[in-house]
């Protein structure tokens, strides 16, 4: 018995080193990823619920690793985040963003606004805000994607303080992942965001689901009242699409539309299939 316990603790033990090992060599990747330009930015089609035109696209950060292939961000963000470097990361894909929004511009394609995620720990120092006095940005052509969390952890002034400079660079405040975590209406009269995007956990059973299409409807009425835009994420089939129209959501993104693209793919579906 005394052995079997002790190759318990080495199966145990071994595992736990396995994986600091390899939390270490992906962190150092990482890294060498950043120096080496391996992080890019994919695009996600969103499309006016009423006239199906493009109203924007969201980026998402992707992975081009140079032995695993593409990666998305399941693959490297708690690692990222534990090192510190996601706010490095949303900076490349803002940057990226803004430069592919020019290329899109130039061969003809409007892509009237970008939405990218931002991190909540960026948001509390300032190197937010500070870098982005050098980039030229126009009114209301960003969004930043906000996790819900981040109305919580730090103190209500330096939030909606920073909020507020964010707003007055000309880029817009976005309320991602709504409906799934702390979900307060109180923040949402507070921020007064400029849209909402209502979690795919809550956007997928409606079809089938009489409460949570109650919830979504709801949702969808008092942003409505408060004069702030909806859009529904994870929007996997046209009857979907049907009833979220039918319920008032503004905006629709998912896979009945498509999967987050390359800057290439996304150009030549745009050019294809006559997005505007
Ligand atoms: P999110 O902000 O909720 O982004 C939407 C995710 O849902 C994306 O996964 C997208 O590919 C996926 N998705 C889109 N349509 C559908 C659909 O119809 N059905 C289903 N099942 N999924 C759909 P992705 O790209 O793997 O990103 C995962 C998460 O990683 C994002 O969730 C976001 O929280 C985070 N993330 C992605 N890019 C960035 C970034 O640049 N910065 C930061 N800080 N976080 C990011
Ligand atoms: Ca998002
Ligand atoms: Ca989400």
Not at 236 to 264: K, M, N, V, W
């Amino acid at each position: 018995a005394k052995s079997m316990g002790r190759n318990r603790f080495e199966f145990f033990n071994h595992n736990l080193q396995a994986d600091i090992i390899n939390t270490k060599r992906t962190a150092d990747e990482i890294l060498a990823g950043i120096d080496n330009g391996e992080f890019t930015a994919w695009y996600q089609p969103q499309f006016c619920a009423r006239t199906m035109e493009l109203t924007g696209v969201e980026a998402l950060v992707r992975w081009k690793h140079p032995s695993k292939g593409l990666l998305t961000p399941d693959k490297f963000l708690r690692i990222a985040d534990e090192i510190n470097v996601v706010q490095m990361l949303d900076r490349i894909v803002l940057e990226t963003a803004l430069r592919d929004k020019m290329r899109w511009t130039a061969r003809g394609i409007a892509v009237p606004k970008v939405s990218v995620n931002v991190s909540a720990r960026r948001l509390h120092d300032g190197s937010l805000l500070e870098s982005l006095a050098d980039l030229h940005i126009r009114p209301g052509e960003i969004s930043f994607e906000l996790v819900e969390s981040i109305f919580l952890d730090e103190s209500e002034d330096v939030v909606s303080q920073n909020l507020e400079r964010i707003k007055a660079l000309g880029i817009d405040i976005e309320i991602d992942d709504f409906g799934t975590g702390h979900t307060s209406i109180v923040s949402l009269l507070k921020l007064k965001p400029k849209r909402l995007k209502i979690d795919r956990q809550l956007v997928q059973p409606i079809v089938n689901a009489s409460q949570e299409r109650a919830l979504v409807s709801s949702i969808i009425e008092i942003a409505r009242s408060l004069g702030v835009e909806t859009v529904a994420e994870g929007v996997e089939t046209a009857a979907h699409a049907a009833l979220l129209r039918d319920l008032g959501c503004d905006i629709l993104q998912g896979y009945a539309f498509s999967r987050p693209l390359s800057f290439d793919d996304f150009t030549n579906e745009a050019t294809g299939t006559g997005w505007r």
